[in-house]
């Protein structure tokens, strides 16, 4: 059975920093791109990041473009990401993604929240 | 960018009823198009890929149709599980996804 389980979402400052790991299971991570994508509180969903199976090719939406980082590490079956200079407007649910084999996210974590305010 | 624009943003319907979503892109994106399901404190799921491809496990009752920059989503006959919001991607490339705004459906 194909899981996704999120974690690291937190209460942080605005500049703060705060890392998301996505631990996959019931299939082969080396095979699929991967995607963060995030929904604000009563708001639609919006693509944050994405990553292909090497991680050698990587983008991001414009409004997080040198803020965050997104990384994987096949070996141990996770994904992350990492977010810095954190604004209120990156309050969100986060949600990791697998991206099936014609792109569409197939799969979904339960989602981790993160919020930023002081 | 694309961009995606859906309508309606709320739907009104009755169980037994045939609605229909549509989603329009700012430029061709093909067939690259997924439309998503989310209930009210869970995350999304996939219902229809690829414009008209339903995934697996999806009821029959879901159809997507389109191609270029027009496409629909039609549930046939409304049961009371499918009262959600429904959301429509574009995934043309990998470089830059976008959703619609998404579609409420309401119980009349």
């Known amino acids: 059975e194909v899981q996704l389980v999120e974690s690291g979402g937190d209460l942080v400052q605005p500049g703060g920093s705060l890392r998301l790991s996505c631990a996959a299971s019931?299939?082969?991570?080396?095979?699929?791109?991967m995607s963060w994508f995030r929904q604000a509180p009563g708001k639609g969903l919006e693509w944050v990041a994405n990553?292909?199976?090497?991680?050698?090719?990587?983008y991001y939406v414009d409004s997080v473009k040198g803020r965050f980082t997104i990384s994987r590490d096949n070996a141990e079956n996770s994904l992350y990401l990492q977010m810095n200079s954190l604004r209120v407007e990156d309050t969100a649910v986060y949600y990791c993604?697998?991206?099936?084999?014609?792109?569409?996210?197939?799969?979904w974590g339960q989602g981790t929240l993160v919020t930023v305010s002081s | 960018d694309i961009q995606m624009t859906q309508s309606p943003s709320t739907l009104s319907a009755s169980v037994g009823d045939r609605v229909t979503v549509t989603c329009r892109a700012s430029?061709?994106?093909?067939?690259?198009l997924a439309w998503y399901q989310q209930k009210p404190g869970k995350a999304p799921n996939l219902l229809i890929y690829?414009?008209?491809t339903l995934e697996s496990g999806v009821p029959s009752r879901f159809s997507g149709s389109g191609s270029g920059t027009e496409f629909t989503l039609t549930i046939s006959c409304l049961q009371p599980d499918d009262f959600a919001t429904y959301y429509c991607?574009?995934?043309?490339?990998?470089?830059?996804?976008?959703f619609g705004q998404g579609t409420k459906l309401e119980i009349k």
């Open positions: 993604t697998r991206d099936g084999r014609t792109g569409a996210a197939d799969y």
């Open positions: 019931g299939f082969t991570l080396t095979n699929y791109w």
């Open positions: 990553i292909k199976q090497d991680g050698n090719e990587k």
């Open positions: 430029q061709s994106i093909n067939n690259w």
């Open positions: 690829k414009a008209s």
């Open positions: 991607q574009q995934y043309n490339s990998y470089s830059l996804y976008s």
